[in-house]
């Protein structure tokens, strides 16, 4: 095997001048090297297993901590810490779950993250708890939490996506309750209603308790040019971008609407409205609005309404600055007139994962 390494193996921190040759008979260079070459493989969760290995067994130990963070970085967004410090968030997650989880029940967390909703559902009185997590790293760090925190005996966590789980094996029983927050700024991007799909078909009672229940995704249209240039170019000093087009979105990305200059073009319209105790939705639709302006539309803005429980909602709209969620802009090729009070239609759709929204005289495009 002829290896090189890209990183210094000595120091572990700071780059090396070029590919240093690598002694395959050494397991620590060895290991280095196949980790770098998982990260430039985008493997990340290999890539963390062998700077892992190699800190392992490495003597002079507490080396390779930097290029186990780099995986670790790759594996783990930053948004996980704006979230757990979104005490709106947990407040409503923490009153929701006092409230419908009780003793002798048995609940179900998909998608642990650090295990805040577990460690709520045991604290609340659940006879047992078995959460689970898609990302290795993330669910380790979850186990360690719940242990600290003195709820190991009736916490488990399972490091698996919800999809994965199987009764029998990960969970006793179906369970009494699910509570989950597996939700992106336009709701439906991290696969929750999959998930709830599965469970409700696999993993939950007849009547088992859903937290939360629902939620509504609203959709704005908004003049902003500032908007439309995060996702369209034309003319750059003399020369055609136009072909740079193929590469815009077409769907939402996230971004935080008061960071740019906008106008609201229209109100706010629901677009879709789901309960998760249903399996069936409607998948597209036309949404008629009235604007309240004369002007262009260079996006949709686009977030949620959730009913956590009874009396406890939380929104990302972007009258909320507190959330640690954004907003989804979805950018118009090519913008829209509004005209003051000349009704416009419009189609949104969803394809369970990613919502799209577009002219209702241009024609749908996929699902
Ligand atoms: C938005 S975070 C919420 C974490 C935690 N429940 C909380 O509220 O603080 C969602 C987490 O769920 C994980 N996840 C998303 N969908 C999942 C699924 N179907 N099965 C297991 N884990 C999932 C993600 O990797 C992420 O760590």
Redesign the pocket.
């Known amino acids: 095997m002829n290896l090189t390494a890209t990183e210094s193996t000595t120091v572990g921190l700071l780059p090396a001048a070029g590919p240093a040759p690598v002694d395959p008979l050494d397991p620590i260079e060895t290991l280095l090297a196949l980790g770098e070459e998982a990260m430039a493989q985008r493997q990340y969760e290999r890539a963390y297993d062998l700077f892992s290995s190699a800190a392992r067994i490495d003597a002079r130990g507490g080396r390779f901590r930097r290029q186990i963070n780099r995986a670790v970085r790759a594996l783990?967004p930053r948004?996980?810490f704006w979230?757990?410090n979104d005490s709106e968030?947990?407040q409503a997650?923490s009153r929701a779950i006092q409230q419908v989880v009780g003793e002798g029940q048995l609940v179900l967390?998909?998608?642990?993250?650090?295990?805040?909703?577990?460690l709520l559902a045991a604290r609340a009185g659940a006879e047992q708890v078995v959460?689970?997590?898609?990302?290795d790293v993330?669910a380790t760090a979850a186990r360690d939490i719940i242990g600290r925190n003195g709820y190991a005996d009736r916490v488990t966590v399972v490091p698996?996506?919800?999809?994965?789980?199987r009764v029998g094996v990960d969970l006793p029983r179906r369970a009494d309750v699910l509570?989950?927050?597996?939700?992106?700024c336009a709701l439906l991007g991290?696969?929750?209603l999959?998930?709830f799909r599965?469970a409700r078909r696999e993993l939950l009672t007849a009547d088992a308790t859903i937290l939360p229940r629902g939620g509504r995704i609203f959709a704005q249209l908004v003049e902003s040019p500032q908007l439309h240039c995060l996702n369209h170019v034309g003319e750059v000093e003399g020369f055609d971008f136009s072909p740079f087009a193929s590469l815009t979105s077409m769907e939402y990305f996230s971004t935080i609407l008061t960071n740019y200059r906008y106008r609201a073009l229209t109100e706010p319209v629901e677009i879709f409205r789901f309960d998760f105790s249903e399996d069936q939705y409607p998948a597209a639709h036309t949404v008629e609005v009235v604007p309240r302006e004369n002007g262009i539309a260079h996006a949709v803005a686009l977030w949620f309404e959730l009913d956590v429980a009874d009396g406890v909602t939380l929104s990302n709209s972007p009258t909320d600055e507190t959330s640690h969620w954004k907003q989804g802009v979805q950018t118009l090729a090519a913008p829209w007139r509004t005209e003051k009070g000349v009704p416009l239609r419009f189609w949104a759709a969803h394809d369970d994962v990613r919502v799209l929204v577009g002219r209702a005289d241009e024609g749908r495009v996929g699902g």
């Not at 698996?160 to 789980?165: E, G, H, V």
């Open positions: 783990v948004w996980h979230m757990m968030r947990n997650y967390d998909i998608g642990t993250g650090a295990g805040l909703l577990a959460t689970c997590e898609g990302v993330v698996s996506l919800s999809t994965d789980l509570v989950t927050e597996i939700f992106d991290e696969f929750a999959p998930a599965h």
